[in-house]
């Protein structure tokens, strides 16, 4: 009795394995649905809708999902966004896009990469950093000289992704004001931190030294140089060709191996401003 009953259970068994209503396999992954929202706000901020070329985005296709990379997380079954490359904006995009900020509801968005143009508007949002970002690069490059696109400063909270930034470039934009102290935080970056041909004005900040990379600020509106920066042998001097820089260089500062070393950082000036050449020789 024991052995058939063993019989009927393995041969139920069998049946419900090959019955077409048998037990249900996992179910299809989806988009996390944080990711879902937040895409949804890019997809308007930026709008996708009149994306040129081949770009025809399809809110419920990521296939469609212009320069957006997603992963997979096999723990929880569903799909997130890691990367977003936003392809060259005078060739595909509309005018007026901006970047939203619910950017920052991306948890797991390690990329972020615009190659805009004059047309970009708003800042940066702040949001953004709320991100694991290991790599943030945004231009706003384009043929109109008198508009730069993004504008406003460096929001302070770029500090929050020290742990994590590896890589960092913000080129060609109006964006301007006071570098926050907190870039100074950034002591993961692995690459030289490029700053140029934006509008940062004032004094040169001393934060830049705290960064184990060079610092290229080329190209920006700067007036003062901190003179530190020479007669302190502490971190690196940045490169500050096309500033504002001008006036009497301390007799301390050329005294320094330092000065000697590395004057070329400030020799070639805008037109207008600059240092005697006598303190070249």
Not at 68 to 96: C, M, Q, S, W
Not at 214 to 233: A, K
Request: overall charge negative.
């Amino acid at each position: 009795m024991r052995k058939l009953l063993t019989l009927l259970s393995v041969g139920l068994l069998l049946a419900a394995c090959n019955n077409d209503n048998g037990p249900a396999g996992p179910a299809e992954p989806l988009m996390n649905k944080q990711d879902s929202l937040a895409i949804v706000a890019f997809y308007h901020s930026m709008k996708c809708a009149e994306w040129k070329g081949g770009f025809h985005w399809d809110l419920k296709d990521t296939d469609t999902w212009g320069g957006v990379t997603v992963e997979y997380d096999a723990e929880k079954n569903e799909y997130r966004v890691v990367r977003i490359e936003v392809p060259t904006a005078e060739d595909y995009l509309p005018d007026g896009y901006s970047l939203p900020p619910e950017l920052g509801d991306l948890t797991r968005l390690r990329d972020f990469i615009v190659w805009g143009d004059s047309r970009m508007t708003g800042e940066i949002p702040k949001e953004i950093f709320n991100c694991p970002l290991e790599c943030l690069y945004i231009s706003a490059k384009g043929n109109n000289e008198e508009r730069k696109g993004l504008s406003g400063s460096i929001p302070k909270e770029i500090g929050k992704v020290a742990g994590t930034l590896k890589w960092l470039q913000i080129a060609n934009t109006n964006i301007g004001g006071k570098i926050p102290d907190e870039i100074g935080l950034l002591k993961g970056l692995r690459t030289t931190l490029y700053l140029q041909d934006n509008e940062f004005t004032g004094k040169v900040p001393l934060v830049f030294r705290e960064l184990p990379v060079g610092i290229y600020l080329v190209s920006n509106d700067f007036t003062e140089m901190d003179w530190r920066y020479f007669t302190e042998d502490i971190g690196n001097v940045p490169i500050l060709d096309d500033n504002c820089l001008s006036g009497e260089i301390p007799e301390e500062v050329l005294e320094t191996e330092r000065w000697k070393k590395l004057c070329y950082s400030v020799q070639y000036q805008r037109e207008g401003y600059g240092y005697d050449k006598k303190y070249f020789k």
